[in-house]
């Protein structure tokens, strides 16, 4: 090799050789809930670092006499499709316009694949010490007097010691779905993934015509998806 192929190699070699490194960190699929991660976890499915950081998470809530445990962590494509078609055929009944039966639905509930759950990072908590309610993830059970109010005020202190952080925050000039108290993400891992999410063409990668409603989504709806619900989340966790 001559000194100007070397010199022109160690310009541009690391360069490709770290977007290519990008490119392959995380898959399409993996982003969005077609191809599960490795997950670890005995009531919780999460990926390593963010299963560990958990653990250590109750151990340290636990001697705070709480009981704290996941009602939902890793979620397939598939599961999410349940749901969204589950609700989309319930609200449809009510009399509700396809537009506003989805403008129901993503209230709480993510589009199929574009769900933060589909990641292995982000789970739904609860408090084991108390029997579940019927609707566990009601607002209600969060708030003062409610029996998830020590739970919810101790992951407001505590969390982020953990790299915990709450994501549908109840701040005011939020956009997005709505304030939910139970839903934490692991940020050292959500916020690349978020990232990649972001780099995909939603149109391309979240366009399935299994999913109810699917014909009555328009690029109008990805840009305003993505700009408030995708990124209408806790500023702690954006990349
Ligand atoms: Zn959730």
Redesign the pocket.
């Known amino acids: 090799m001559n000194r100007r192929t070397f010199l022109l190699s160690a310009a541009i070699l690391p360069l490709s050789f770290r977007l290519l490194a990008q490119k392959k960190l995380f898959s399409s699929e993996e982003l969005t809930g077609h191809n599960s991660p490795v997950l670890f976890g005995k009531n919780h499915r999460l990926r390593k670092k963010a299963a560990e950081a958990f653990v250590e998470m109750q151990k340290s809530a636990e001697k705070e006499g709480i009981k704290l445990f996941s009602v939902?962590s890793y979620r397939s494509f598939d599961a999410q499709q349940n749901i969204w078609n589950n609700k989309y055929e319930k609200y449809l009944k009510t009399g509700l316009k396809p537009e506003e039966v989805i403008a129901k639905i993503i209230e709480y509930s993510a589009y199929p694949g574009a769900s933060?759950?589909h990641w292995g990072t982000?789970?739904?908590v609860s408090d084991l010490n108390f029997l579940q309610p019927s609707d566990p993830?009601n607002p209600k059970h969060f708030k003062k007097g409610g029996v998830y109010e020590n739970l919810y005020n101790w992951m407001s202190i505590n969390a982020q010691k953990f790299d915990f952080y709450e994501?549908y925050t109840n701040e005011t000039n939020r956009k997005g779905f709505n304030f939910?108290p139970?839903?934490y993400s692991y940020a050292g891992l959500s916020k690349p993934m978020l990232q990649a999410f972001l780099e995909l063409d939603f149109k391309q990668h979240l366009s399935t015509k299994s999913i109810k409603g699917h014909q009555f989504i328009d690029q109008n709806f990805w840009n305003k998806y993505k700009k408030e619900y995708v990124l209408g989340i806790n500023p702690a966790l954006l990349p």
């Open positions: 939902s933060r759950h982000d789970l739904d993830l994501v939910e139970w839903h």
